[in-house]
């Protein structure tokens, strides 16, 4: 084996080693992602969440989490001591849809009768998609306005005799 | 042909009918009322602290037709039905009804100024930390709350309650007997 051969094998080697080294520590970058990459959030987080998706009850477009009025401070602490208690996100929040219904809530619910202002306006585009193809299906399909028309058929010879003759006698006819 | 535009005429008509409705239905109601999703069910206990009284626990008044107020000193309209709910309770207080007014963000000094300078003769409990305001979903005061007999809220009433209100729904409670 030469010396140039060698060198290339080793090349070749080492290119590989950096490859596998680069797949093992994308793979274990994905595995932790995956495992515990969202750290949790801190209670604070959580509450800051929680009230951003619930009306302040006593304001005017303002989420609990925004508002400065005295009760939406007082609904923060009571969800702090409700997430301190065990409860999740969800049960917070459906123990605020309990006593103020759905209007506390700052997006809709995606059930009943309000879970229509999501669903609506897709079943409406998909409406309009169909009608639009079925209409432009329609001219695609509809016959020309101005058809063209047939062609006459050609005349026979003795079409062409009589019609020659006519001509030769209207000539004759003529004055002058 | 004309049977086809009939339909499409009939669809068009048919939208338009259900929209027009629908606006019917929302332009009767006044848009900042919001009807509590508590009524018809079991009122949310409490046990808060009274003024120049024991401690008042709404379970233990079961079987008794409870009045619940929410009320401030700070609140205007709250002065307004201020003479209706002393005429329900001095009216009925014997009959196995309670109106209780409980203080919603306040300070114990001005609810006593209050209590004192406005003669209110029922009991009144505060509700420091607004718990029991949340629990029955205050969207502010005054607000009130009718529970029957058997612990259940059967009115809601938003801003002043008038004592024509007031005095018909007892009746109403009391005549059925079992409620």
């Not at chain 2, 009274?50 to 929410?70: D, E, S, Y």
């Not at chain 2, 209706?84 to 014997?94: G, M």
Request: hydrophobic residues 45%; glycine residues 8%; positive net charge.
């Amino acid at each position: 084996m030469t010396a140039a051969g060698t060198l290339r094998r080793a090349r070749a080697g080492l290119a590989g080693l950096l490859v596998l080294i680069a797949l093992v520590a994308g793979l274990a970058t994905l595995v932790i992602v995956a495992a515990g990459g969202h750290p949790r959030a801190s209670q604070a987080q959580q509450v800051q969440q929680i009230a951003a998706g619930l009306h302040c009850p006593i304001c005017k477009d303002l989420s609990v989490a925004d508002s400065p009025a005295p009760l939406a401070q007082q609904i923060r602490q009571e969800i702090a001591q409700k997430l301190r208690a065990g409860e999740s996100a969800d049960q917070i929040r459906a123990g605020f849809v309990a006593a103020y219904g759905d209007s506390v809530l700052m997006s809709p619910p995606r059930h009943g009768l309000a879970g229509a202002v999501y669903y609506l306006p897709l079943l409406v585009l998909a409406a309009g998609l169909i009608t639009a193809f079925m209409v432009l299906r329609r001219w695609l399909r509809a016959p020309s306005p101005d058809p063209p028309q047939a062609a006459s058929p050609p005349l026979s010879a003795a079409q062409r005799r009589a019609v020659a003759k006519a001509v030769a006698r209207l000539r004759e006819e003529e004055p002058g | 042909m004309t049977s086809r535009r009939t339909r499409l005429l009939a669809g068009v008509v048919a939208v338009v009918a259900v929209i027009v409705a629908l606006l019917m239905t929302g332009l009767g109601r006044d848009p900042s009322v919001i009807a509590s999703p508590l009524v018809g069910r079991a009122a949310p206990n409490f046990t808060l602290p009274q003024l120049g009284g024991p401690p008042v626990t709404l379970a233990k008044l079961r079987g008794q037709v409870v009045v619940i107020n929410f009320w401030a000193s700070w609140c205007t309209e709250c002065q307004v039905e201020q003479a209706a709910l002393d005429q329900a309770w001095q009216q009925f207080q014997d009959s196995g009804v309670v109106v209780i007014g409980v203080n919603f963000q306040d300070t114990t000094g001005a609810a006593r100024d209050y209590v004192r300078t406005d003669g209110v003769t029922y009991p009144v409990v505060e509700d420091a930390g607004s718990k029991t305001a949340l629990a029955y979903g205050l969207r502010g005061v005054p607000e009130t709350f009718v529970v029957n007999r058997r612990g259940r809220i059967v009115n809601h009433v938003i801003g002043p309650v008038s004592a024509a209100t007031l005095i018909t729904e007892i009746n109403s409670m009391l005549l059925k007997g079992t409620q």
